[in-house]
């Protein structure tokens, strides 16, 4: 079946320093990728829309500045956490379809767990 | 305002019984309902959806139920193994191709 990497799976890093996170789809092209956020016994929030060759669509209330989003090619789309501080410690989740899924039968990757010290 | 709501946390259910997950939304615009396992450090794996059109999608040992006029949705898994032990998420989408809004989970254990 359809793969989706994530990479980290874990990254620890000081406060004010910025994290990149990248999610590939490994066997099939993504023109469309989105990324998700997930607090401690809370719900998978979508953070944004990322789409090859143009601009990220945000979720409301998400900061584009703080949150950076480049989908280069379509197997690749990366997440730049700039500045992090503390409670941006989250567990971050990419996932893309292939298109020859119905609609919301997406693959997730194994998700990227920051630690903002 | 969490328009997708698994107001159970926690389950646990003995194996070889039915499993019966509990899901309630309130966007009436949602048009396809999802349900994803997820285990510690893994993203979601996609297990089963249905159509609005729909009441019933059967998978082996996975149905889920749609009733629309109450806005909910169950997901029952019989039998039960310990192999289902997870978090399972119920997903909805409305309008756009793939952005889902998800419910808060519910941790299924199942034990021996």
């Known amino acids: 079946g359809a793969v989706v990497s994530q990479h980290p799976s874990w990254v620890i890093c000081k406060s004010g320093t910025s994290v990149k996170i990248e999610c590939r789809s490994l066997?099939?092209?993504?023109?469309?990728m989105f990324w998700y956020r997930q607090f401690p016994k809370q719900s998978l929030m979508l953070m944004a829309t990322?789409?090859?060759?143009?601009?990220?669509?945000?979720e409301q209330g998400v900061e584009k500045d703080k949150f950076l989003i480049n989908h280069a090619s379509l197997t690749l789309s990366t997440l730049t956490v700039t500045s992090a501080h503390p409670e941006d410690s989250s567990f971050y989740i990419c996932?893309?379809?292939?298109?020859?899924?119905?609609?919301?039968?997406?693959?997730f990757g194994e998700g990227s767990r920051l630690t903002v010290l | 305002d969490q328009q997708v709501k698994q107001n159970s946390p926690s389950l646990s259910v003995q194996e070889g019984r039915i499993s019966i997950l509990n899901c309630d939304y309130t966007?009436?615009?949602?048009?396809?309902f999802l349900w994803y396992k997820k285990y510690p450090a893994e993203g979601p794996t996609f297990l089963i959806s249905?159509?609005?059109?729909?009441d019933k999608n059967e998978d082996g040992r996975f149905t889920v139920f749609l009733n629309k006029s109450a806005k909910h949705l169950s997901l029952h898994i019989v039998p039960s193994q310990p192999g289902d032990s997870a978090v399972y998420f119920c997903?909805?989408?409305?309008?756009?191709?793939?952005?889902?809004?998800f419910g808060t989970g519910t941790r299924l254990q199942v034990t021996l």
């Open positions: 996932s893309a379809s292939p298109g020859t899924r119905a609609p919301g039968e997406l693959f």
């Open positions: 066997d099939f092209q993504a023109t469309t």
């Open positions: 990322s789409n090859e060759g143009s601009k990220a669509t945000y």
């Open positions: 966007n009436s615009m949602f048009d396809y």
């Open positions: 249905i159509s609005s059109i729909k």
């Open positions: 997903a909805a989408r409305s309008g756009s191709a793939s952005k889902l809004t």
